[in-house]
């Protein structure tokens, strides 16, 4: 029996919607039939699992949504799309059921590989910068060069370029969103792979604390 296609799920998501079932019940239901890791709509790229592994569901809700606009309420879709916030209060066991096992495993993936590891390079320089100011270094301040070089052994800048170079990407100024995600992503592989276990541990717990503050107060992620 084949997969079914796009098309077939966004109708189906509606269906259920328009049945009566709970939107984000159903919006979750659909993540886990999408049978795209990534597509250009409307000239718009959208990509929902980094290096096959990690599912950004946030970009998932965006794409989910407009095959939404005007069958749920506006106000309920901001919310989730820019908070996170489910309007139906979803459990995490809710969760994990609806998405699906395999894909609720890429959701996670998404949060350790992504958004932890964002967090870990900002535990790093708020910890670097406490130390240099109880040693009573205030005329020189850590920055972000200082904690990447602590955490990964490079500069940002160098990491980029190699980022870039062993996946093929040309060498630019900026960079955009996709490819932040992919570039932390390709930095959380690189920290596994160079720190022992007991480092990643510690600085994993961390930026686990700081995301949550940052986020979990807003119910932003279900681990």
């Known amino acids: 029996m ?6 077939e799920v966004s109708a189906r998501l509606r269906e259920r919607i328009m049945s009566g079932e709970d939107w984000h019940r159903a919006l979750l239901s659909a993540v886990a039939e999408w049978p795209l890791d990534d597509e250009i709509v409307e000239g718009e790229l959208f990509v929902y699992l980094i290096d096959g592994e ?3 569901l946030s970009r998932m809700y965006d794409r989910l949504a407009i ?22 209060g979803v459990s995490r066991d809710e969760m994990k059921e609806l998405m699906g ?8 993936t998404f949060i350790y590989g992504v958004l932890v590891e964002e967090m870990v390079v900002l535990a790093v320089l708020q910890d670097l910068r406490r130390k240099r100011r109880a040693s009573g270094l205030t005329h020189y301040d850590a920055n972000l060069d200082d904690a990447y070089e602590y ?8 990491l980029l370029n190699r980022f870039r170079r062993e996946s093929g990407l040309p060498r630019r100024r900026s960079i955009d969103l996709t490819q932040l995600q992919e570039f932390r992503y390709w930095l959380f592989k690189l920290r596994l792979k160079n720190s022992d276990k007991s480092r990643v541990a510690s600085d994993t717990k961390r930026a686990l ?10 119910g932003r992620i279900s681990l």
């Open 67 to 88: 095959e939404l606009m005007g069958l749920v309420p506006a106000e309920e879709m901001e919310a989730l799309l820019a908070n996170g916030k489910s309007p139906a």
């Open 2 to 7: 084949n997969a079914p296609g796009k098309d």
């Open 151 to 158: 955490v990964y052994g490079e500069t940002r800048p160098a």
């Open 209 to 218: 604390v700081l995301l949550h503050q940052y986020a979990g107060a807003k």
């Open 101 to 108: 096992v395999e894909r609720y495993k890429a959701y996670l």
């Open 54 to 56: 990690a599912l950004d």
